[in-house]
């Protein structure tokens, strides 16, 4: 049998860090394939006046799975200063690669697990009835709709004059904004389509009928955003009357917000829009322990990208050695083993990391709840390729 090709995507910052460590445990476990190394981030946008280049574009169509680090984005006025002169006033505009991915290959499903791993000092604790300190279980999978909505890239400064004049077809455009100049309008669009957002809630459902969750949550707002919110919604409610034993829901996400440290043990799987997808995984992934243990899925109908939730981290990218958790993008990378039915080896990786943070004999600066500097190695953290090598050990 042939290698699987694999498109790695290291991007800025610890990306490329944290992307190293996982292709080790990927040979650990006896994961063989070709890694093709695609450019991507910051240093392209500067140097080319493209963050996201064709020629990464072709590898992905190419080989359909890749594994991608982090990316650096900045505003648009930054972006345009940090520029090469030479490319300045030639019409560039500074976009996220990681956005633009998503778009390009509509990988309209995000997958963002949110689980508890026993004996991580970082879990989420609450007091409960007595004053007795409990640690509810975390259990959660966030499927975000990936390609619309408020990330869906359509917005103006200054529209032009036929998206104004349309705008200003709408009542309460015209009452609540028609009194402010038009150059100084700004707008971005939150555009939902029943496509998308039928496969987001089908494949919410499918998941958790395949791994026994009992109950499915949408978390929009539509009690306010009627339009968009309320599409989810109606389509959430026809489609659980075909899932017998599935309880659905649906919150407010600034209600959600606040339950989520309330009751986080009674939520299975939750869906929502790009925005509110975003906001609400990230405040269950506090409760796991933050974005050191964040993974995730882009998935579409041919290509898939599987990454940490976490950032480039500029300030830890010169450190030697480095000190950043690398186990967010180890489980991402579990994600991917599952995807390409290496399920095995992937439940192999998962194992071995649980030991290793429930054994907490090596942690990490961030587990050991230490501002991230180089000095913390000194005050017994772990750097990143001695967790990477507890996790080896432990498979």
């Known amino acids: 049998m042939s290698k699987r090709t694999i498109v790695t995507m290291p991007g800025d910052g610890i990306g490329k860090v944290v992307l190293d460590e996982t292709l080790r ?39 359909k799975i890749a594994l991608f680090g982090a990316i650096t984005s900045k505003p648009k006025s930054e972006a345009a200063k940090e520029l090469d002169p030479a490319l300045a006033d030639k019409g560039y505009v500074y976009y996220s690669p990681i956005v633009g991915l998503r778009q390009h290959f509509k990988l309209d499903l995000c997958i963002r697990p949110c689980r508890t791993l026993k004996g991580n000092p970082l879990n989420f604790i609450r007091r409960g009835k007595g004053g007795v300190i409990e640690e509810p279980e975390v259990d959660v999978v966030v499927f975000r709709q990936n390609t619309e909505g408020l990330y869906g890239g359509v917005e103006w400064t200054d529209p032009p004059k036929q998206v104004y004049d349309a705008l200003m077809t709408h009542p309460k455009f015209a009452k609540n904004f028609g009194w402010s100049p038009k150059d100084e309008v700004a707008i971005s669009t939150r555009i939902f389509t029943k496509k998308y957002s039928e496969r987001i809630c089908r494949a919410a459902f499918d998941y958790a009928e395949k791994f026994g969750y009992k109950k499915v949550t949408l978390c929009e707002k539509p009690n306010v955003i009627r339009e968009t919110s309320g599409m989810m919604l109606a389509i959430c409610r026809e489609m659980e009357k075909e899932y017998d034993g599935i309880q659905f829901n649906f919150t407010n996400i600034d209600a959600q917000m606040m339950w989520l440290t309330k009751n986080p043990e009674t939520y299975g799987i939750l869906i929502a829009g790009n925005m509110f997808g975003d906001i609400v995984s990230d405040g269950f992934a506090g409760l796991i322990g933050g974005l050191g243990f964040a993974c995730s899925a882009n998935i579409g109908e041919e290509v898939a990208i599987f990454e940490p939730t976490h950032g480039s981290a500029p300030k830890y990218e010169n450190l030697n050695p480095s000190i950043v958790n690398p186990i967010a993008m180890v489980m991402s990378a579990c994600m991917m083993l599952d995807h390409i039915n290496e399920a095995e080896k ?28 180089q000095e913390v190695l000194d005050q017994g953290a772990a750097s990143t390729s001695e967790m990477t090598d507890a996790i080896i050990a432990s498979l």
Request: charged fraction near 30%; charge should be negative; proline fraction near 3%.
């Open 346 to 373: 992937a439940a192999k990786i998962r194992k071995a990391v649980a030991k290793v943070v429930e054994d907490g004999k090596i942690q990490a600066y961030d587990m050991m709840k230490l501002r991230g500097c």
């Open 25 to 63: 445990v990927l040979d650990a476990v006896g994961f063989e394939a070709e890694y093709v190394h695609a450019d991507i981030g910051w240093k392209f946008w500067c140097n080319e006046g493209n963050p996201l280049p064709q020629r990464t574009l072709e590898l992905l169509e190419e080989h």
